[in-house]
């Protein structure tokens, strides 16, 4: 009788991965972001979800991966496509001039309070939505970019403590080669020429 692990996976969560995956890569985002929302909702950790999705699930959606990278490129040429329609907006407000004249020194009232208008409807005018926006996406890229540091350094460490498994591995084995080497032979015949 083969029990069944504690942690396998079941058809549903294969298939919730496999749903949220494919709509990250249509989406234009990464798989590393599908993983983490998936290990969210199933207490799974995030390379759980990514070891999973490459070694099993991955090869039954095939066809789906090809499609949501095409539809995820073309959406990001009609984005960019967008984007250069859009006009760009002004960094410098071009402001009207007050006085019409070097000749003419005064000002009037209303040509101050007229000129303050044109200003403020012109500070307004600017995008301040987009502004917010590009903000917002900022501070998210930040905290992604400081996220992937520390797990970089979390696989660097990982990668030093293998590499210092292996030495000392490959050491063992040295010493069990010179071992068999200087005794002559294999440790069994060593052992019944003591017993002789």
Same mark, same amino acid.
């Given at each position: 009788?083969?029990? /069944?692990?504690?942690?396998?996976?079941?058809?549903? @969560?294969?298939?919730?991965?496999?749903?949220?995956?494919?709509?990250?890569?249509?989406?234009?985002?990464?798989?590393?972001?599908?993983?983490?929302?998936?290990?969210?909702?199933?207490?799974?950790?995030?390379?759980?979800?990514?070891?999973?999705? &490459?070694?099993?699930?991955?090869?039954?959606?095939?066809? @789906?991966?090809? &499609?949501?990278?095409?539809?995820?490129?073309?959406?990001?040429? /009609?984005?960019?496509?967008?984007?250069?329609?859009?006009?760009?907006?002004?960094? @410098?407000?071009?402001?009207? $001039?007050? =006085?019409?004249?070097?000749?003419?020194?005064?000002?009037?009232?209303?040509?101050?309070?007229?000129?303050?208008?044109?200003?403020?409807?012109?500070?307004?005018?600017?995008? =301040?939505? @987009?502004?917010?926006?590009?903000?917002?996406?900022?501070?998210?890229?930040?905290?992604?970019?400081?996220?992937?540091?520390?797990?970089?350094?979390?696989?660097?460490?990982?990668?030093? $403590?293998?590499?210092?498994?292996?030495?000392?591995?490959?050491?063992?084995?040295?010493?069990?080669?010179?071992? =068999?080497?200087?005794?002559?032979?294999?440790?069994?015949?060593? =052992?019944?020429?003591?017993?002789?």
């Amino acid at each position: 009788m083969v029990a /069944n692990r504690q942690d396998a996976w079941t058809k549903e @969560e294969d298939n919730y991965l496999a749903e949220v995956v494919l709509k990250s890569i249509n989406e234009g985002s990464t798989q590393l972001t599908a993983f983490k929302i998936v290990a969210g909702n199933l207490s799974r950790t995030a390379a759980a979800c990514g070891y999973r999705w &490459n070694s099993f699930v991955r090869k039954f959606y095939k066809e @789906e991966i090809e &499609n949501a990278k095409v539809n995820s490129k073309k959406q990001a040429t /009609n984005k960019n496509e967008l984007n250069d329609e859009v006009p760009k907006p002004q960094t @410098e407000i071009e402001l009207p $001039e007050v =006085v019409s004249s070097e000749s003419d020194q005064e000002v009037s009232f209303e040509a101050v309070f007229q000129f303050l208008e044109t200003v403020k409807e012109k500070v307004e005018s600017l995008p =301040v939505r @987009e502004i917010q926006s590009l903000e917002k996406k900022l501070l998210i890229s930040k905290q992604e970019n400081d996220q992937l540091k520390v797990e970089k350094q979390q696989l660097l460490e990982k990668v030093k $403590e293998l590499e210092s498994e292996y030495e000392n591995l490959f050491e063992f084995i040295d010493q069990k080669r010179k071992f =068999v080497n200087i005794s002559g032979g294999t440790p069994d015949k060593k =052992v019944r020429s003591k017993k002789e």
